[in-house]
């Protein structure tokens, strides 16, 4: 199923790692299948999708951070929290709340309020992957942000690169200082030869990390698009 964007309402990352003694195999069910269809329910969904993390497609093989980032547009009206309002919302909390012990480790559950931007959308790509980007602690926010989406045209250049989004994080859990991660990247490549190359590559990866000022944590993933 084609990934389609939603023009509108507020879009929330949640990212998730599995509960402890869960394989990823089971963990991918429970969310596909049972969590799922628990988080269509909740009144004011336009858009959901599930990004199932997938083992590295070549090495270096490094461990993921994340077992899976959901992405949901909800309506504009609600509370301007981290959550995107999800944690006053009834049906959320009877429903998939109430769901998320039985599969995912809700000690290190986070949420990610964003605005995106479509850098490049020459087409859909058949490979999708996400680079997570938390700047380093002598960077200041106004240089990382700078840094990060001040120059999108070389990136539009960097070869097998179908699409490409940006995300500006401009919310996060209130019990938390700083946000998990202060930006996150999504992008579609034209197949697994070309995302090999580019990671492959010293100055491609640089550039996708915009030299050092920040840490970026890279992610190949499979989109299962719910609504």
């Known amino acids: 199923m084609v990934e389609a964007r939603t023009p509108s309402g507020r879009k929330l990352f949640a990212l998730i790692v599995r509960r402890p003694g869960l394989s990823q195999a089971a963990f991918s069910a429970h969310w596909r299948t049972v969590h799922g269809p628990l988080a269509l329910r909740i009144p004011g969904l336009r858009h959901y999708v599930q990004n199932h993390v997938q083992p590295w497609p070549f090495s270096p093989v490094e461990p993921p951070v994340l077992d899976g980032i959901s992405e949901a547009w909800l309506d504009d009206a609600g509370p301007e929290d ?3 309002g999800l944690h006053a919302d009834p049906a959320y909390l009877e429903g998939a709340r109430r769901d998320e012990p039985t599969f995912m480790d809700v000690t290190r559950h986070d949420y990610l309020r964003v605005e995106e931007t479509a850098v490049l959308t020459r087409s859909e790509g058949r490979v999708k992957t996400v680079l997570l980007a938390r700047r380093r602690a002598r960077t200041a926010l106004r240089q990382f942000q700078e840094a990060w989406f001040g120059s999108p045209t070389e990136l539009k250049r960097v070869p097998g690169l179908c699409r490409y989004v940006q995300n500006t994080v401009t919310g996060w859990p209130v019990d938390t200082a700083r946000p998990a ?3 996150v990247d999504e ?7 070309a995302l090999r190359a580019a990671y492959a590559d010293a100055a491609t990866w640089a550039l996708l990390c915009r030299g050092d000022v920040a840490v970026a944590a890279a992610l190949h993933v499979k989109p299962v698009v719910l609504r």
């Open 181 to 183: 991660y202060d930006a």
């Open 82 to 84: 981290g959550t995107g």
């Open 187 to 193: 992008l579609w490549w034209e197949d697994l030869p």
